[in-house]
């Protein structure tokens, strides 16, 4: 009786060996279609202001971006996919941290706006 549950135990661990390595490594996709997606990312990363006030992951994106690039004249299509993923969420990423950073330009503003107001609203 013992052996049931071990042979139940080899037999999933079989059935998931012979699976292969796609769920754990998914392909990358298309390189052309994951480049285009960067490059929108990156613009509107841009216009939310990331040139500024999110340079750092901005440029770190565009560098992935030119990598991409590169890798997919290279005939390096799966690295050129990965690469332009990567730029695509450094863009994402430099696009909310620029937001994130204009909120609390625009609260800042805000508090000293209200703590030059006189107390209990002033005379009337």
Same mark, same amino acid.
């Given at each position: 009786?013992?052996?049931?549950?071990?042979?139940?135990?080899?037999?999933?661990?079989?059935?998931?060996?012979?699976?292969?390595?796609?769920?754990?490594?998914?392909?990358?996709?298309?390189?052309? $279609? !994951?480049? %285009?997606?960067?490059? *929108?990312?990156? #613009?509107?990363?841009? &216009? /939310?202001?990331?040139?500024?006030? @999110? +340079?750092?992951?901005?440029?770190?994106?565009?560098?992935?971006?030119?990598?991409?690039?590169?890798?997919?004249?290279?005939?390096?299509?799966?690295?050129?996919?990965?690469?332009?993923?990567?730029? $695509? !969420?450094? %863009?994402?990423?430099? *696009?909310?941290? #620029?937001?994130?950073? &204009? /909120?609390?330009?625009?609260?800042? @503003? +805000?508090?000293?706006?209200?703590?030059?107001?006189?107390?209990?609203?002033?005379?009337?």
């Amino acid at each position: 009786m013992r052996r049931v549950p071990w042979f139940g135990i080899v037999l999933v661990l079989a059935g998931c060996a012979s699976s292969g390595g796609a769920a754990v490594f998914p392909e990358a996709g298309d390189p052309r $279609a !994951a480049i %285009a997606n960067a490059e *929108r990312q990156i #613009a509107e990363a841009e &216009a /939310a202001g990331a040139d500024s006030l @999110a +340079a750092q992951p901005l440029a770190d994106a565009r560098q992935n971006l030119a990598d991409a690039r590169s890798n997919l004249d290279n005939d390096r299509d799966e690295r050129a996919a990965l690469e332009a993923r990567q730029a $695509a !969420a450094d %863009a994402t990423y430099a *696009r909310e941290e #620029a937001r994130r950073v &204009a /909120a609390e330009r625009a609260r800042d @503003a +805000a508090r000293r706006s209200l703590s030059q107001l006189p107390p209990n609203g002033g005379d009337r």
